[in-house]
């Protein structure tokens, strides 16, 4: 059990339907990660959060949204989906400072499959 | 830009022998963080070993080690004595820091198979 936990784990919806991700990040851990892993992209880096603000963004289509909330735990809002938005979709957390050192624990993932 | 590359789409190996996966990367930077994940087919992502690039010596966890070689740029991910619970996906990834935040390159993975 790495401490992140992600809900919900298994999620079926229709073309052009909206959908959340929730994530709660390990205790203590300030900065919270989304990634991506379909068959054909591979993992993809979406965006980082850390204490409540974006830091980083990665492949992350404008239908797509996150947000940190003040309790650390994160959202991912995807929308208009597509056929292609099918795949897993990982939170991350770790205790990342802006130094390196830190390791970088992932949840078991949310699968979305939309129809 | 942060590259890993792992040539080995599939491995396989015997129960109880070790086996090496490669991982080889190209970076700039100087300071910079190598990590092994496990992913079985049930999905999860395990971290499983982590190597920093001034760490003088190997990383080991377990049965896990990493056979770091800064010069090559190669961070082999070492697994002795495999179980059949091993059969998994293995992937290596780099830490990227530029702009000031933080993300993980990933490679493309290994399926490893351990026949008993």
């Known amino acids: 059990d790495s401490g992140v936990t992600q809900t919900p784990k298994h999620l079926i919806t229709a073309t052009g339907q909206r959908v959340t991700l929730r994530c709660s990040p390990r205790?203590?851990?300030?900065?919270v990660y989304w990634y991506q892993q379909s068959l054909d992209q591979g993992l993809q880096f979406l965006i980082q959060y850390y204490n409540g603000e974006e830091r980083a963004k990665g492949n992350i289509l404008e239908r797509f949204s996150a947000q940190q909330f003040p309790d650390l735990h994160s959202e991912l809002n995807l929308s208009s989906l597509e056929l292609g938005d099918s795949a897993l979709y990982f939170c991350?957390?770790?205790?990342?400072?802006?130094?390196?050192?830190?390791?970088?624990?992932f949840g078991e993932g949310s699968w979305l499959t939309v129809v | 830009a942060q590259k890993i590359t792992q040539t080995q789409p599939g491995m396989f190996v015997q129960e109880k022998e070790a086996v090496t996966l490669d991982c080889t990367y190209d970076?700039?930077?100087?300071?910079?963080?190598l990590f092994w994940y496990k992913q079985p087919s049930s999905g999860e992502m395990i971290f499983l070993i982590y190597q920093g690039s001034y760490d003088e010596q190997n990383a080991t966890e377990g049965r896990y080690s990493l056979n770091f070689q800064k010069a090559r740029k190669s961070a082999n991910l070492v697994i002795s004595a495999s179980q059949l619970g091993d059969s998994a996906m293995y992937f290596c990834a780099m830490r990227d820091t530029q702009g000031g935040s933080e993300k993980l390159v990933f490679g493309k993975g290994t399926k490893l198979t351990v026949n008993p």
């Open positions: 991350a957390s770790s205790a990342w400072t802006g130094l390196n050192g830190n390791t970088i624990y």
């Open positions: 205790s203590g851990d300030l900065s």
């Open positions: 970076t700039s930077d100087q300071s910079y963080g």
